[in-house]
């Protein structure tokens, strides 16, 4: 699980922001929230411009080094504050699998090309690349002084990480492929005017109405409007070599695309990374409820926290802003480069009882 990530310089972050899951409160509602003490479901509110998109952004700057899976083609446009090329960004990250933690930091130069890198496992220096110097712990990892002479250089500044996962035979529970199975499961996604998304997938393209077909998941969908949105549907059969779907309405075949309000072509997309979900360590998704009523989005927000995956979302939405949904430390507030949950922003005792939305609305929270 992600217990910490911290970035500086980023896009609109000039100094360092850092998200903190490692530090639950006592509550004693929605404890589903939470697991093996790390914060597992959350969602980010903030001002429009306060940096929720460029925040989940950078936290899925990890997947652009260490995975193979889909990354988003101009990622790294503006990537350092400012525009300012000559200056880096630094990234850090700390993880929990099983009762070892393990630290990965690193910068990156505007282009996207490391400058350093070092990970540590509960305190215990793994590896350490800066700029013309390179340590290992070579108990660990034993290698011959010519790899060390490359490494310290590293001219082409290879991935250390990288590296070693692709080079050395790793027993199953090795900490490095723990953390390559977190990078290469983990899930940012979007659905605003165009669909993007980061991780989990191979490819970009993706038919979700001939997926649905395919996987016989027709009337799975159908059900799923259904309980998530109260929108009833009736969809023509199909064949396997069907590419889209067609509502049944007195006698008239009719594709669904030509149906579907935009917040429902939304649910559809969510439909399908939910699908996918049970594969993912880590999910992040934007504005998730841009197109949705206020009532749907807490429904769907109930169904994404019942997964058994990590799964954070931004919204404006304050009316999922109540402990019937959340606790008061499963809430941020980003603004002004700080994100804190509910609980930190006042010194007043939250309790279930009380209308957080409400004491939102009256400024109670200050970061």
Not at 109 to 116: C, T, W
Request: charged share 20%.
């Amino acid at each position: 699980m992600l217990l910490r990530f911290a970035v500086t310089n980023y896009r609109g972050f000039r100094d360092r922001i850092e998200w903190d899951l490692s530090h639950p409160k006592n509550y004693s509602f929605n404890e589903n929230a939470v697991k093996d003490g790390v914060i597992k479901n959350g969602i980010i509110y903030g001002p429009n411009g306060s940096g929720k998109s460029n925040f989940a952004l950078a936290l899925f700057d990890i997947v652009n080094h260490l995975s193979q899976k889909w990354k988003k083609m101009d990622y790294y446009a503006n990537y350092v504050y400012g525009n300012k090329t000559n200056e880096r960004v630094s990234f850090e990250y700390d993880f929990k699998f099983g009762s070892s933690v393990v630290k990965y930091a690193y910068q990156k130069d505007a282009n996207g090309i490391l400058f350093s890198e070092l990970m540590s496992v509960d305190g215990n220096m793994v590896f350490n690349r800066q700029p013309g110097s390179f340590i290992i712990d070579e108990s660990k990892f034993p290698i011959n002084d010519n790899l060390k002479v490359s490494l310290r250089e590293n001219a082409n500044n290879v991935s250390i990480a990288n590296l070693l996962l692709t080079s050395l035979p790793l027993p199953q529970e090795h900490f490095l492929l723990q953390l390559q199975n977190f990078v290469n499961s983990m899930l940012w996604y979007k659905c605003l005017d165009q669909r993007d998304f980061i991780g989990l997938s191979n490819s970009a393209t993706m038919n979700i109405e001939e997926y649905i077909i395919n996987n016989n998941y027709v009337d799975d969908f159908s059900k799923f409007l259904k309980e998530i949105s109260d929108q009833s549907f009736t969809f023509a059969l199909s064949e396997k070599d069907d590419k889209h779907l067609y509502c049944v309405i007195d006698g008239s075949y009719i594709p669904f695309i030509t149906l579907a309000s935009t917040g429902t072509q939304s649910l559809e997309l969510l439909y399908f990374w939910v699908k996918q979900m049970g594969q993912a360590k880590f999910v992040f998704i934007d504005e998730f409820d841009a197109f949705y009523h206020f009532r749907l989005a807490f429904q769907v927000c109930k169904q994404l926290f019942n997964l058994d995956t990590q799964v954070f979302t931004s919204s404006h939405n304050t009316y999922l802003m109540t402990n019937d949904l959340l606790r008061p430390d499963c809430n941020f507030i980003l603004n002004e480069g700080v994100i804190k949950p509910l609980c930190d922003c006042t010194s007043k005792e939250l309790r279930f009882g009380h209308n957080i939305e409400k004491l939102f609305r009256g400024n109670a929270f200050q970061i």
